[in-house]
Nanobody, 124 residues
Framework: QVQLVESGGGLVQAGGSLRLSCAAS????????MGWFRQVPGKEREFVAA????????HYADSVKGRFTISRDNAKSTVYLQMNSLKPEDTAVYYC?????????????????WGQGTQVTVSS
């Protein structure tokens, strides 16, 4: 069992930065791939970024590549999402997720645990 708690969301102007954190509890954090997804009302949950259990492999959605960076600190059981050059279209609720395996994926079906989400709003 893994419990995930996101923090760091908020309101920021376009071009600004935010860093999201996801604190995990549970024995399996260090062996699980972790992901960030986002969702706006009326749309499906969208993949943002994922990282392998060791941090050596990362994947990004094309829409955030070069602007967002995912990282993890297994000693602190925390995964981060550094978001730079934010755009109004990045506005969404951002969810942290723990995968069913050490391999990162863009498929939300391959993630077993989810946080409650944190709102990110980017004003133009």
């Amino acid at each position: 069992q893994v419990q995930l708690v996101e923090s760091g969301g908020g309101l920021v102007q376009a071009g600004g930065s935010l860093r999201l954190s996801c604190a995990a509890s549970g024995r399996t954090f260090s062996s699980a791939a972790m992901g960030w997804f986002r969702q706006v009302p009326g749309k499906e949950r969208e993949f943002v970024a994922a990282i392998s259990w060791s941090g050596g492999i990362t994947h990004y959605a094309d829409s955030v590549k070069g602007r967002f960076t995912i990282s993890r600190d297994n000693a602190k059981s925390t995964v981060y999402l550094q978001m730079n050059s934010l755009k109004p279209e990045d506005t969404a609720v951002y969810y942290c997720s723990a995968g069913r395996s050490p391999v990162p994926s863009q498929d939300p079906e391959l993630y077993a645990y989810w946080g409650q989400g944190t709102q990110v709003t980017v004003s133009s």
